[in-house]
C-alpha cells in the first residue's frame, strides 16, 4: 500500500497567493507561520470568500425571517396577510420578542443583552426585508472590495450592534432589522471617501452623502423607523472604519480575521439563544 505524498504547497491565508507549507512566513504579504492549522481553520478561510459572505449574510437573514413567520403560526398569532400592506407578511412582536428583538423592554424587563447582537437578523415585514437586502446588497460589495471581507464582518457586525445599544441608550422600547449594520456600511464608505480623497474618493464621498441625506429624510417621514440606530449605525462605521483602515493604506491582518471569527462566533451564539428562547416559550404557549 502506497503512501499519499503530504502537501507540500498551499495558498496564504491571509493573500491567498500559492506558497510553500513550511515557509515561516509569506514571501508576499509577511504573515507569520501561513501554514498553521488555526490560519487555515475552514471557518477563518471561508470569511476570506467575498461571494460566500455575501449569500451567507443575506441567508441567516431569509432564514430567521421565515422562522419568525413560522413560529408566530405555530404560537396562533397573526402575520399580517390582511390589512396595511406595509405590514404584509408580519411577525408577531411576542414572537420577534423572544427571538431577539432588542431594546427597553427585552432588555431591562428580561435581561436579553444578547438581543443587540440578535435583533441585526430580524425583521418585521416582507418590505422590511427586501429593503434591508438590496440596500446591503448594493454597499456590501464596494465595502469588500475596499475594506475587505474579513473587515466586511467585523463592520456589519459591531456597527449593528452599536447601533442597538445607542437606540437602547436612547430609550427606544422595541426594535429589529438588519439597517443599523446597513448603515455601518454606510458611515464605513463615508469615511472611505473622506478620507482617501482625489477624484475617486471625493465621487463615493458624494454618492454616499447621498445615501445619508435619503436615510435622514425616509427617517422623518416614514413613521416607526429607528432613527437612533441609523444615526448610531452611521457613525459606528465611520469609527470602525478609521480604527481598522482600509487596503489601500493597510492590509487585513491576523488581529483582523480574529475579530471577524469573533464577530461571527458572538452571532451564531446570540441567534442560537433566541431560538431556544422562542421554542422553550413556544412550548408554554401551546401547553
Same mark, same amino acid.
Given at each position: 500500500?502506497?503512501?499519499?505524498?503530504?502537501?507540500?504547497?498551499?495558498?496564504?491565508?491571509?493573500?491567498?497567493?500559492?506558497?510553500?507549507?513550511?515557509?515561516?512566513?509569506? *514571501?508576499?504579504?509577511?504573515?507569520?507561520?501561513?501554514?498553521?492549522?488555526?490560519?487555515?481553520?475552514?471557518?477563518?478561510?471561508?470569511?476570506?470568500?467575498?461571494?460566500?459572505?455575501?449569500?451567507?449574510?443575506?441567508?441567516?437573514?431569509?432564514?430567521?425571517?421565515?422562522?419568525?413567520?413560522?413560529?408566530?403560526?405555530?404560537?396562533?398569532?397573526?402575520?399580517?396577510?390582511?390589512?396595511?400592506?406595509?405590514?404584509?407578511?408580519?411577525?408577531?412582536?411576542?414572537?420577534?420578542?423572544?427571538?431577539?428583538?432588542?431594546?427597553?423592554?427585552?432588555?431591562?424587563?428580561?435581561?436579553?443583552?444578547?438581543?443587540?447582537?440578535?435583533?441585526?437578523?430580524?425583521?418585521?415585514?416582507?418590505?422590511?426585508?427586501?429593503?434591508?437586502?438590496?440596500?446591503?446588497?448594493?454597499?456590501? *460589495?464596494?465595502?469588500?472590495?475596499?475594506?475587505?471581507?474579513?473587515?466586511?464582518?467585523?463592520?456589519?457586525?459591531?456597527?449593528?450592534?452599536?447601533?442597538?445599544?445607542?437606540?437602547?441608550?436612547?430609550?427606544?422600547?422595541?426594535?429589529?432589522?438588519?439597517?443599523?449594520?446597513?448603515?455601518?456600511?454606510?458611515?464605513?464608505?463615508?469615511?472611505?471617501?473622506?478620507?482617501?480623497?482625489?477624484?475617486?474618493?471625493?465621487?463615493?464621498?458624494?454618492?454616499?452623502?447621498?445615501?445619508?441625506?435619503?436615510?435622514?429624510?425616509?427617517?422623518?417621514?416614514? *413613521?416607526?423607523?429607528?432613527?437612533?440606530?441609523?444615526?448610531?449605525?452611521?457613525?459606528?462605521?465611520?469609527?470602525?472604519?478609521?480604527?481598522?483602515?482600509?487596503?489601500?493604506?493597510?492590509?487585513?491582518?491576523?488581529?483582523?480575521?480574529?475579530?471577524?471569527?469573533?464577530?461571527?462566533?458572538?452571532?451564531?451564539?446570540?441567534?442560537?439563544?433566541?431560538?431556544?428562547?422562542?421554542?422553550?416559550?413556544?412550548?408554554?404557549?401551546?401547553?
Amino acid at each position: 500500500m502506497t503512501r499519499k505524498p503530504s502537501r507540500t504547497s498551499l495558498l496564504c491565508p491571509n493573500c491567498r497567493r500559492l506558497i510553500s507549507n513550511d515557509e515561516p512566513s509569506c *514571501p508576499y504579504c509577511g504573515i507569520r507561520k501561513p501554514g498553521s492549522g488555526l490560519k487555515n481553520n475552514a471557518m477563518v478561510r471561508g470569511m476570506s470568500d467575498p461571494d460566500l459572505i455575501f449569500k451567507v449574510i443575506i441567508g441567516i437573514n431569509v432564514v430567521m425571517y421565515v422562522a419568525s413567520l413560522v413560529v408566530s403560526v405555530l404560537r396562533g398569532e397573526s402575520v399580517g396577510l390582511t390589512g396595511n400592506p406595509l405590514s404584509f407578511f408580519s411577525p408577531s412582536n411576542e414572537t420577534l420578542l423572544f427571538l431577539g428583538a432588542s431594546g427597553v423592554a427585552p432588555i431591562n424587563g428580561l435581561g436579553y443583552w444578547w438581543s443587540l447582537v440578535a435583533a441585526n437578523w430580524l425583521h418585521g415585514s416582507i418590505l422590511h426585508i427586501v429593503f434591508n437586502m438590496l440596500a446591503f446588497r448594493n454597499l456590501a *460589495p464596494f465595502v469588500m472590495r475596499e475594506f475587505g471581507t474579513y473587515r466586511l464582518v467585523i463592520i456589519f457586525t459591531l456597527g449593528g450592534t452599536l447601533s442597538y445599544l445607542v437606540s437602547y441608550l436612547a430609550g427606544v422600547d422595541l426594535t429589529i432589522g438588519a439597517s443599523g449594520a446597513v448603515c455601518a456600511l454606510v458611515g464605513a464608505a463615508l469615511y472611505f471617501g473622506k478620507n482617501r480623497g482625489g477624484a475617486y474618493g471625493n465621487a463615493v464621498y458624494r454618492q454616499v452623502s447621498g445615501w445619508v441625506v435619503s436615510l435622514a429624510l425616509f427617517g422623518f417621514i416614514v *413613521p416607526g423607523i429607528n432613527n437612533w440606530a441609523h444615526g448610531g449605525g452611521i457613525i459606528a462605521g465611520a469609527g470602525l472604519a478609521w480604527a481598522l483602515g482600509y487596503l489601500e493604506r493597510k492590509r487585513e491582518s491576523q488581529r483582523d480575521k480574529f475579530l471577524a471569527l469573533l464577530c461571527g462566533s458572538v452571532t451564531a451564539v446570540s441567534i442560537l439563544l433566541g431560538i431556544f428562547t422562542a421554542a422553550t416559550t413556544m412550548h408554554v404557549h401551546i401547553r
